[in-house]
């Protein structure tokens, strides 16, 4: 009698303590899972925030290297720069707002949304600029607009890789 007990506790105590030490390792999963997924939202977020202000960031540089190339190209007085510049930065925050309200939304409205932001900003340039100044900048764009085309020609080219028709 006293070997039976003595062997049914043995068992018991055993069994217990395998299953004590498996729901640890479980747990412990479970837990070093959580953390993990923490710590990576964590950075993820941090890293977004960094990326937000580095966008900013290249948004102003952008802004100013479009002042700068147009001033120049159409010489463009003080005053003249400080007026396209507010057009600049109005346009870009009104671009950036449309940015983050159509998230999931029709891609044909939002490209209708940004065509009118882009009509209201050519307005606005058109008033400050003179005849000429403005009739340069229409030149300048639509070379710009060519050698764009031109460029996007040549990627197509490309992306044949090497099939002939």
Same mark, same amino acid.
């Given at each position: 009698?006293? *070997? !039976? $007990?003595? #062997?049914?506790?043995?068992?018991?105590?055993?069994? =217990?303590?395998? %299953? &004590?030490?498996?729901?640890?390792?479980?747990?412990? /999963?479970?837990? +070093?899972?959580?953390?993990?997924?923490?710590?990576?939202?964590?950075?993820?977020?941090?890293? !977004?925030?960094?990326?937000? /202000?580095? +966008?900013? *960031?290249?948004d102003a540089q952008r802004r100013q290297q479009? $002042?700068?190339?147009?001033?120049?190209?159409? +010489? $463009? #007085?003080? *005053? @003249?720069?400080?007026?396209?510049?507010?057009?600049?930065?109005?346009?870009q925050q009104q671009m950036q707002a449309l940015? &983050?309200? #159509? @998230? &999931?939304?029709?891609r044909g409205a939002r490209m209708a949304d940004?065509?009118?932001?882009?009509?209201?900003? +050519?307005?606005?340039?058109?008033?400050? $600029?003179?005849?000429?100044?403005? %009739?340069?900048?229409? %030149? /300048?764009? !639509?070379?710009?607009? /060519?050698?764009? @085309? @031109?460029?996007? =020609?040549?990627?197509?080219?490309?992306?044949?890789? =090497?099939?002939? #028709?």
């Amino acid at each position: 009698m006293k *070997k !039976q $007990l003595f #062997s049914l506790a043995l068992i018991l105590g055993l069994a =217990g303590s395998f %299953a &004590g030490s498996s729901f640890a390792a479980d747990f412990g /999963k479970d837990h +070093d899972k959580d953390r993990r997924a923490l710590r990576q939202d964590r950075d993820r977020d941090g890293r !977004q925030d960094k990326g937000r /202000k580095q +966008d900013r *960031k290249d948004d102003a540089q952008r802004r100013q290297q479009r $002042l700068d190339r147009m001033a120049k190209e159409l +010489d $463009l #007085s003080k *005053k @003249q720069q400080e007026k396209v510049a507010k057009i600049f930065q109005d346009q870009q925050q009104q671009m950036q707002a449309l940015r &983050g309200r #159509s @998230q &999931g939304a029709d891609r044909g409205a939002r490209m209708a949304d940004a065509k009118r932001i882009r009509e209201t900003g +050519d307005k606005q340039l058109k008033d400050v $600029l003179s005849k000429k100044q403005y %009739a340069q900048f229409e %030149a /300048k764009r !639509q070379e710009r607009l /060519k050698q764009m @085309q @031109q460029r996007h =020609g040549q990627h197509d080219q490309r992306r044949d890789f =090497g099939r002939r #028709s």
